[in-house]
């Protein structure tokens, strides 16, 4: 949307630069707005204003968090600003989008210390150098208690129940706290202290975006536009990325480990992963679909892709070794003096069994151990901490170099 109400024309670089925003999202709103305001900042040289806000609600960001992170860098790539905002105010009232109870609030030291690793692991997708980093809590803090009621006067409790969570929850008799009406309204302010351009977030966000939009109109500002991009699902191919589903790959992880998870997704999975998080571009992964289809092998792509993530976060180098550890390991690679162990009492939990094996002084860093991806059977990656394991023999090896061959009786 021009301020002098002008249609301007798409030239080719503008038309190539909306393809790449559309690419892998789930919904642009609105994209004839959103042309124009490229078409805007073509012609004046004014980068637009790109906001991305995430609220430090855990210390470490998984592949799931990167989908909207990558999104970010490719708008930092065509010349835009990129806005990372960190929600220390938000965080105090907790977001309930996708909730269906009340979100615990955390307490400020909580928000400081996730706050402090949030940026430094974002900084592995987005150009640290290029990056204006933001804090809520810079405007959101000075409004006082008057400025909150002057805010709230600008939203109806009709508009907010129109929300699916609260319209649910409140059909089910399940409590809504008056203060997470707030979090949308201080999402939406943060669009106005910004004067935000386009907001960035996932399917789950697209309420909280719209009350962006509404209050930069009702401040006089020229609305923001909207791109919320899927949630990526976990190694799991069903639930979305989650820490606590323990379906994730975590951005920190070794790079072995990093490895092995992305080859334990599914063939079609695996496309998911690369519209989402790939930085191939579109007629090289139609490329790559091609030749499978022509009867090439598909693991040969999902080599490629874990080689592309893990060389993301580590190096080129880290990628090459973690390729030729899982080839080792797809090969039954084991040392030659492996101890064998004979146990009893199928089924026994993994994390007893591997205790009992002396892989892990205690079944709670045997857990620790799965939740790192460093446990495996017979070469496997194990995720589940909750496996029962069955009678039989089997290789068992914890991190790179602890291993057992395990004979466990009924």
């Known amino acids: 949307m021009n301020t002098d109400n002008k249609i301007l024309p798409l030239s080719d670089s503008v038309q190539e630069a909306l393809a790449i925003t559309k690419r892998g999202v789930d919904e642009l709103i609105i994209e ?38 990558n999104k970010m860098r490719q708008l930092q790539n065509l010349g835009h600003q990129v806005i990372f905002l960190i929600g220390d105010f938000t965080s105090m009232i907790g977001d309930p989008s996708g909730r269906n109870v009340t979100r615990p609030p955390l307490t400020r030291e909580q928000i400081e210390l996730n706050a402090q690793t949030y940026f430094k692991q974002a900084s592995l997708v987005l150009d640290a150098a290029k990056t204006e980093i933001r804090y809520n809590s810079e405007w959101c803090d000075p409004l ?31 409590p809504i706290s008056v ?20 907001e960035l977030g996932g399917t789950d966000q697209k309420f909280n975006l719209l009350v962006g939009r509404e ?32 379906n994730y790959i975590g951005i920190t992880e ?21 519209e989402l998080l790939s930085w191939q571009s579109v007629e090289h992964i139609a ?3 091609q030749a499978i289809a022509g009867g090439a092998n598909p693991r040969d792509a999902k080599v490629a892709l874990a080689q592309e993530i893990v060389e993301r976060f580590h190096s080129r180098q880290a990628a090459e070794d973690a390729l030729a550890d899982f080839v080792n390991r797809s090969k039954g690679g084991i040392p030659d003096d492996v101890p064998e162990v004979a146990l009893s009492g199928a ?64």
């Open 287 to 289: 490329g790559l679909k």
């Open 254 to 274: 070794p790079a072995n480990t990093m490895f092995a998870k992305v080859m334990s997704i599914s063939d079609v999975m695996m496309w998911r992963y690369y």
């Open 347 to 410: 089924p026994v939990g993994i994390g007893q069994l591997l205790k009992q094996a002396n892989l892990c002084a205690s079944t709670s860093e045997a857990l620790r151990m799965i939740d790192q991806g460093g446990v495996r059977i017979d070469g496997t990656v194990i995720s589940d901490k909750g496996l029962k394991v069955e009678a039989g023999t089997f290789v068992m090896q914890v991190g790179k170099r602890k291993f057992a061959k395990v004979t466990l009786s009924a």
């Open 32 to 69: 004839s707005e959103f042309a124009q305001k490229l078409a805007r900042s073509e012609k004046t040289g004014v980068p637009l204003r790109i906001k991305l806000g995430l609220d430090p609600t855990a210390p470490d960001l998984h592949l799931g968090h990167t989908v909207v992170l």
């Open 144 to 174: 006082g208690a008057r400025g909150m009621i002057q805010l709230s006067s600008r939203y109806t409790v009709a508009r907010m129940m129109e929300r699916d969570d609260f319209s649910k929850r409140f059909k089910n008799g399940t």
């Open 215 to 246: 209050l930069q109109k009702d401040y006089g500002q020229e609305q923001q536009c909207i791109l919320t991009m899927p949630l990526l699902e976990g190694l799991d191919g069903v639930e979305k990325m989650s820490k606590s589903k323990n």
């Open 179 to 198: 203060h997470e009406f707030l979090y949308p309204l201080m999402q939406g302010y943060d669009s106005v202290a910004l004067k935000a351009d386009l």
